[in-house]
């Protein structure tokens, strides 16, 4: 079994009376891709969120190659080594395709600067597919493009563990195929992966493990065609009809 990089050990986290995740325990392990799942509301951005610094949690520990990252700023946990990209694309709007990896070449786990940096990030473009448009305007983008320039971004911090929040939402059929072969270059790169996602086909090629959430607590772990048969799995998904 290959070692432990992320412990997450009784993760809570309350706004106000609302409890949004509740006594979340999972492991992640090197080159692995780990898959968070489960309906809407059930806590997946929330848990994404605490790992990555977004929300402190409110009780539990969450520690990074032994390290304790819970409820460290975001930019001190990009710095120890996790990266991550958002359900609603965040670009720097007035830079350049390369200079938005460039940036995060310069906050992120090596902190590269000038022409090392520029270089790093023309190589993580051309890696993703955007090697022809690294000094276009990301206003100027496809959706699909947008996405790339931010995954290059996530890469250019040279990440311990790479988070992917709904990355593949809002693609076409021929979009995802090429987001989901895009992906599966990186685990077989041996990069560790936390995947949440709504996209079953995904899910089922990509993920190694899956952690399956339910009203904020986890309802079920293991492979993803064993927890996708879990009777209790197929009554969340069929039963909830709340919005995220």
């Not at 309906?39 to 848990?47: E, R």
């Not at 090392?116 to 959706?143: C, I």
Request: charged share 25%; proline share 3%; net charge negative.
């Amino acid at each position: 079994m290959a070692r432990v990089v992320l412990e997450v050990r009784d993760v809570t986290k309350r706004f106000g009376g609302l409890v949004a995740v509740r006594d979340m325990v999972f492991d992640v392990h090197q080159n692995e891709v780990l898959g968070i799942i489960g309906p809407n509301g059930s806590g997946k951005s929330t848990m994404i969120n605490m790992i990555s610094g977004t929300f402190a949690p409110s009780a539990g520990s969450i520690r990074l190659n032994g390290q304790e990252i819970a409820g460290k700023p975001a930019h001190r946990i990009a710095r120890q080594g996790v990266a991550r990209t958002f359900q609603l694309v965040r670009l720097l709007p007035e830079l350049s395709v390369v200079e938005n990896v460039v940036a995060g070449a310069a906050f992120g786990h090596r902190q590269r600067w000038g022409a090392e940096a520029e270089s790093f990030a023309r190589q993580l473009l051309e890696r993703v597919g955007m090697g022809r448009q690294v000094n276009m305007p990301v206003s100027s983008l496809t959706y699909i493009n947008t996405k790339r320039v931010e995954l290059a971004r996530a890469l250019a911090c040279e990440p311990e563990v790479l988070l992917l929040d709904e990355w593949l939402a809002g693609l076409n059929p021929t979009e995802l195929e090429t987001g989901i072969d895009l992906i599966k270059s990186l685990r077989d790169d041996g990069r560790t992966i936390i995947l949440v996602e709504h996209v079953m086909d995904a899910i089922r090629s990509l993920c190694d493990r899956c952690v399956v959430m339910s009203s904020g607590a986890k309802i079920a772990e293991g492979t993803p065609a064993d927890v996708l048969a879990d009777a209790e799995v197929i009554r969340a998904y069929l039963g909830a009809d709340e919005d995220a």
